[in-house]
C-alpha cells in the first residue's frame, strides 16, 4: 500500500511539472509592452576627470532624462533626480544631480565601501546589458562618494559578494548633490556589437522625506529588471576587449593562544580573467578567508539548520545564477579550499556558471574531494527562463549526484509558474544514511501578483533521503502544499506610509500520509505618518510531535530614521518543551560621524519541565572606527548568557590602490574551550 501510495503521489508531482512546463511555453508572454522611459548614451572620446563636479564640455551634450516616480505617491518625487550618459571604447559614464532644498539635512556616513547604504542618501544605477529582463548590475553612491556594488540573477536575490573596481566621486551642493561614475566596460558581460539597447534604471533614496523613487517604475515588482527603461545608442562593435587580468598573490601568518602557542604560515594566489566580453573566469590556490567579518551569533529557537549567507570574494562572480527556490548548491558547504575553478557568463540565449573545487566539505560529517557544479539559464520569450543543474562530489567515502531542472514562466503580467524538480544518486557514508531507493524533489507554484496583492500557492515533494552533499534542503519526507496570501500598500497621503498584512498555511504530510507539520502565520504591520511603527505576528504551528506557538509585538520609534530608531520586540509563546517570555532591544548610534555603532539584546525567560527556568540572553555591538578613508578598524563582540563569545578585530589598511594590509584579532569562547588568535594578511593585486 505505501509504494502504491508513493508511486502515486510521484506520478502525479511529475505529471504537474510537467504540464506547468509544457503549456507555458505554448502560451509564452506575448502582449505588447507597456511604455518605459528612455535615455539615449552620447558616444564621446574624452576622457572624464571623477570629481563630482559635472564640468566636461560633454555632458552639456548629452541628452538628460528626469521625472522620477514616487514609490508611496506614484507621483513624480518631489525632489527630482537628473541623469546623463556618456561612453567611449573603454567605459560609461554616469552623472547624477540630485536636486534638494535642504542641502544641510542630506544624511551620509557610510565610508566604508561594499556595505550597505543603512541610514544614507543614495542612489543605484541599474543596468542589464543582454537586456534579457532577468538580471542586472547595480552601483551605489552616496553623498560621500563612498561605493558599492551587487548583481542580480533570475531569482530576483541581490548577490551583494559581487564585485567590482570602478571610479566615483560627489559633491554636496547647495541645491543638492551631484556624483560621477566611470565604469570600465570589462566588469561588465556585454556584447560588442552596434545599435544595443541595454535596459536601465535609477534609484534614489532621500532619507530626509522617507522618499524612494524609480526612473522606470512597477508598484507590483519594484527594482525588477523586467520593468527596467531603456539605454539606447549604444555602438560597443569597437569596444576595447580588455581581459581585465587580475593576479593577487598574498602571504598570511596565523598565531592561536589557546594554552599552547601556534603559528602557521601561508600563502596563496588567485586569478581572474576574462576570456571574452561576455565570459569570465577565476582560479584559486590555497585562499584565505581569515580577514571576512565573524558571522551574526544567534539565539533562535528553530528546529532546523541555520542559513548563512557568504562572504568570500572566490564565490561571487556567477552565484546569483545559482539560487533555485530549494538549495541544490550551497557555497557554505566548502572549507578549507585547496584550488578550484570558477567560469561564468553569457551565451546566445543563455547565462551559465561552473565551478569546480578540491576542499572539504561539512554536511553531517566533513568529507574531502573535488566537486563540480554545472548551472544553466535558458531565456524563454521576453522575461521567462528554464534553468538546468548538475552537481557531482566525488569525496572520500562515496559521491553524491544530482540532476535537476527549475522554471520561471509568465502566463501574463500578473500570473507566473514557478517549478523545480531535482533528483540525486548518493552513497556518502561517514554518519550519512546510504541510500537504496530513488531520492528526489519536486516543487511546483502558481504566483498572483499585481499590487497591492500577491497570491502564491504551492505543492513541495521532498521524498525521506533526500540530501545532497552540497545542498541546503532544511526539511525532508514533506508531501504538501503551502499557501501565501499578501497585502502591502505604500501611500503618500493616508493615514499611514506603509501597510503589510501577510498569511501563510503549510501543511505537509510524510511518505506514511502521517501530518509532520502544519503551520499557520498571520503577520502584519504599519508605519504611521508621524513614524511610529507597529508590528504583529501570530504563529501556530505544529511540528510533529510538537505544538508550537508565538506571538509577537514590536514598536519601532522613528522607524524610518536608521540612527534615531528605537525598535523594541516582545514574544510569547511555547517551543516544544520550553514556555518563554522574548524581549529584544535594538539600537543604532552615531555619537562621531566616523564611529557607527549597531547594538542589539536578546533576552529570553524560559521555563522548562519540571519547573526549572533558564534566562537565556545574547549581547550584540558592532562598531567601526574610520581613521581615514582608507584605514579603518570593524568590531564585533557578541556574549551570551553562557560564557559563549566571540571578539574580533579587523584592521583594514589600504597601503596603496593594489596593496591591502589585515590584521585581525580573535578571541574566541564555544564553551568547550577558549582561544586567541592574531591573524596578518598582506595582499597585492596587478
Excluded at 114 to 133: I, K
Excluded at 416 to 443: I, K, P, T, W
Aim: hydrophobic letters at 35%; aromatic letters at 14%; glycine letters at 8%.
Amino acid at each position: 500500500m505505501r509504494r502504491t501510495e508513493q508511486g502515486t503521489r510521484r506520478t502525479a508531482v511529475l505529471f504537474l511539472l510537467l504540464l506547468g512546463w509544457l503549456v507555458p511555453l505554448a502560451l509564452a508572454h506575448d502582449n505588447p509592452r507597456a511604455p518605459v522611459p528612455s535615455l539615449r548614451a552620447l558616444k564621446v572620446d574624452a576622457p572624464l576627470t571623477v570629481d563630482g563636479v559635472l564640468d566636461e564640455p560633454f555632458w552639456e551634450r548629452c541628452e538628460v532624462t528626469s521625472g522620477l516616480i514616487d514609490q508611496r505617491t506614484h507621483l513624480e518625487a518631489e525632489h527630482q533626480t537628473r541623469i546623463r550618459i556618456a561612453y567611449t571604447r573603454t567605459h560609461l559614464y554616469v552623472a547624477v544631480e540630485c536636486l534638494d532644498d535642504h542641502p544641510d539635512d542630506i544624511r551620509a556616513s557610510e565610508r566604508r565601501e561594499d556595505r550597505v547604504f543603512q541610514g544614507d542618501d543614495w542612489v543605484e544605477v541599474h543596468f542589464d546589458p543582454p537586456h534579457n529582463h532577468r538580471g542586472k548590475y547595480a552601483f551605489f553612491a552616496n553623498p560621500l562618494g563612498t561605493r558599492a556594488d551587487a548583481n542580480e540573477g533570475p531569482s530576483g536575490l541581490f548577490n551583494y559578494g559581487w564585485s567590482a573596481d570602478w571610479d566615483l566621486a560627489a559633491k554636496i551642493h547647495t541645491n543638492g548633490w551631484t556624483f560621477e561614475m566611470r565604469i570600465p566596460l570589462k566588469v561588465l558581460n556585454y556584447l560588442r556589437k552596434d545599435a544595443q539597447t541595454w535596459g536601465f534604471n535609477i534609484t534614489r533614496m532621500l532619507r530626509r522625506t522617507d522618499t524612494t523613487s524609480f526612473w522606470s517604475f512597477s508598484a507590483t515588482e519594484v527594482y525588477k529588471p523586467r520593468h527596467f527603461g531603456h539605454l539606447t545608442g549604444l555602438d560597443l562593435a569597437d569596444a576595447v576587449f580588455d581581459r581585465n587580468w587580475e593576479v593577487s598573490p598574498y602571504v598570511s601568518v596565523r598565531t592561536d593562544f589557546d594554552g599552547a602557542t601556534r603559528t602557521t604560515p601561508k600563502a596563496g594566489l588567485d586569478v581572474g580573467v576574462r576570456l571574452s566580453p561576455t565570459v569570465t573566469t577565476a582560479w584559486t590556490l590555497k585562499p584565505d578567508f581569515g580577514q571576512v567579518e565573524a558571522d551574526d551569533d544567534t539565539i533562535e529557537l528553530r528546529d532546523t539548520e541555520r542559513f548563512l549567507p557568504e562572504k568570500r570574494l572566490f564565490f561571487r562572480e556567477g552565484d546569483e545564477l545559482m539560487r533555485t527556490t530549494h538549495q541544490l548548491y550551497y557555497s557554505r558547504r566548502f572549507t578549507d579550499i585547496d584550488g578550484g575553478m570558477k567560469a561564468s557568463g553569457l551565451g546566445k540565449g543563455y547565462s551559465f556558471a561552473l565551478l569546480n573545487l578540491q576542499s572539504d566539505i561539512a554536511h553531517d560529517g566533513r568529507f574531502h574531494g573535488n566537486s563540480t557544479v554545472l548551472r544553466v539559464l535558458q531565456d524563454v520569450k521576453e522575461r521567462s527562463s528554464l534553468g538546468y543543474y548538475l552537481g557531482d562530489s566525488e569525496v572520500t567515502g562515496g559521491h553524491s549526484r544530482v540532476l535537476g531542472a527549475d522554471g520561471y514562466l509568465f502566463l501574463n503580467n500578473e500570473w507566473r509558474y514557478r517549478f523545480q524538480l531535482a533528483g540525486m544518486e548518493d552513497n556518502v557514508s561517514a554518519g550519512r544514511a546510504g541510500r537504496d531507493r530513488f531520492d528526489y524533489l519536486g516543487s511546483a507554484s502558481m504566483i498572483y501578483a499585481r499590487y497591492p496583492w500577491e497570491f502564491n500557492v504551492t505543492y513541495n515533494a521532498i521524498s525521506e533521503q533526500f540530501n545532497p552533499l552540497l545542498g541546503y534542503i532544511p526539511r525532508r519526507n514533506i508531501f504538501g502544499p503551502s499557501v501565501l496570501g499578501s497585502y502591502h500598500r505604500e501611500s503618500g497621503r493616508d493615514w499611514y506610509k506603509r501597510l503589510s498584512v501577510t498569511y501563510q498555511p503549510q501543511l505537509y504530510l510524510n511518505a506514511d500520509q502521517r501530518t509532520v507539520l502544519r503551520d499557520h502565520g498571520l503577520y502584519g504591520s504599519v508605519v504611521w505618518r508621524n513614524d511610529l511603527g507597529l508590528r504583529l505576528s501570530y504563529n501556530n504551528d505544529y511540528h510533529a510531535p510538537y505544538h508550537n506557538h508565538r506571538v509577537t509585538t514590536g514598536v519601532d520609534v522613528f522607524a524610518s530614521d536608521y540612527w534615531k530608531a528605537i525598535n523594541l520586540t516582545w514574544a510569547h509563546g511555547r517551543f516544544e518543551t520550553t514556555d518563554y517570555n522574548e524581549f529584544v532591544l535594538g539600537k543604532r548610534y552615531k555619537f562621531w560621524e566616523r564611529l557607527p555603532i549597531r547594538h542589539e539584546f536578546v533576552v529570553r525567560l524560559e521555563d522548562r519541565p519540571g519547573n526549572a527556568h533558564e534566562t537565556v540572553w545574547l549581547d550584540r555591538i558592532i562598531f567601526d572606527l574610520f581613521i581615514t578613508d582608507k584605514m579603518w578598524i570593524k568590531s564585533s563582540l557578541q556574549h551570551r548568557h553562557n560564557g559563549v563569545r566571540n571578539l574580533s578585530l579587523i584592521y583594514g589598511w589600504k597601503l596603496h590602490p593594489k596593496i591591502q594590509w589585515y590584521l585581525v584579532f580573535n578571541n574566541v569562547n564555544d564553551g568547550a574551550e577558549e582561544g586567541n588568535s592574531i591573524f596578518t594578511k598582506v595582499s597585492y593585486t596587478f
